[in-house]
């Protein structure tokens, strides 16, 4: 299997991870790649690049069944309001494209909110920075790796 990015940071920091592989022909949604997987859905998470009413980036991580609540994933960064990143602006800002952003190894770190479902969860499954990998890990390794707050963010 292919090293990316982020497990290269994370062996790195030898920390503990699981790296799981998909075919990645075309870019399947997340409830496809749980699927591909053998995953729980409630598990496996997608991240979301935001920008709030400040011009501030924010990256939210939610289950892949779930839809983004705008208005709570403002409160839970405390401005007025926030809308998703334009798809054309995902790479230049964040090194990842569309179906391969991890919320670790961006090229710059913004506060990151991982939704409340997160607590009842042993391992989160999320992108490893390239479609067709993802990676494994407990919540606390990943806060080993970036910091990040708990909030209710779904619909």
């Known amino acids: 299997m292919e090293k990316t990015n982020v497990m290269r940071l994370l062996d790195g920091r030898k ?41 501030k980036n924010y990256v939210l991580v939610i289950p892949v069944g779930e839809e983004l609540s705008l208005k709570k994933a403002a409160e839970a960064v405390h401005e007025k309001s926030i809308e998703m990143l334009k798809s054309k602006e995902l790479l230049p800002l964040t090194g990842y494209i569309h179906g391969g952003c991890s919320p670790i190894g961006m090229k710059k770190q913004f506060p990151t909110v991982v939704d409340e479902t997160a607590l009842l969860c042993d391992t989160l499954v999320f992108s490893a920075g390239k479609v067709g990998y993802q990676v494994e890990m407990t919540p606390d390794v990943l806060a080993q790796m970036i910091p990040y707050t708990i909030a209710d963010v779904t619909m």
């Open 15 to 55: 920390l503990p991870y699981t790296a799981h592989e998909y075919p990645a022909q075309s870019v399947p949604n997340g409830l496809e790649v749980a699927r591909m997987l053998g995953q729980d859905p409630t598990h496996v998470f997608k991240t979301l690049v935001t920008v709030g009413a400040s011009h």
